[in-house]
């Protein structure tokens, strides 16, 4: 099973910008969606983004054009660029992955990275 491991998350102001890292490890990396969660206290999880095996993206309509997915398979890491914060963007952010290559059902979790957005 993959162990997924976030960092980068901090406290920023209304308007700053912050880079998420999920560093895979515990099995090869390519060929496997990869996304990022959020959960906001009080508040169920949602999908923020997703990257397919193939290297289609993914946003949902709250963060499109703000944050960015991406990775490097050289580094078994995956990113979320986080721009134009805003106070609304404050959650817990999880790192998810697929169980099986050339799936883009994400299955597997880390165990969140905060973000809080200061207005």
């Known amino acids: 099973q993959v162990q997924l491991v976030e960092s980068g998350g901090g406290l920023v102001q209304t308007g700053g910008s912050l880079r998420l890292s999920c560093a895979a490890s515990g099995r090869t990396f390519s060929s496997y969606a990869m996304g990022w969660f959020r959960q906001a206290p009080g508040k169920e999880r949602e999908f923020v983004a997703r990257?397919?095996?193939?290297?289609?993206?993914y946003y949902s309509d709250s963060v499109k054009g703000r944050f960015t997915i991406s990775r490097d398979n050289a580094k078994s890491t995956v990113y979320l660029q986080m721009n134009n914060l805003k106070p609304e963007d404050t959650a817990v952010y999880y790192c998810?992955?697929?169980?099986?290559?050339?799936?883009?059902?994400?299955?597997?979790w880390g165990q969140g990275t905060q973000v809080t957005v200061s207005s």
């Open positions: 998810a992955a697929a169980r099986q290559r050339f799936s883009n059902d994400l299955a597997d």
């Open positions: 990257l397919t095996w193939n290297g289609s993206t």
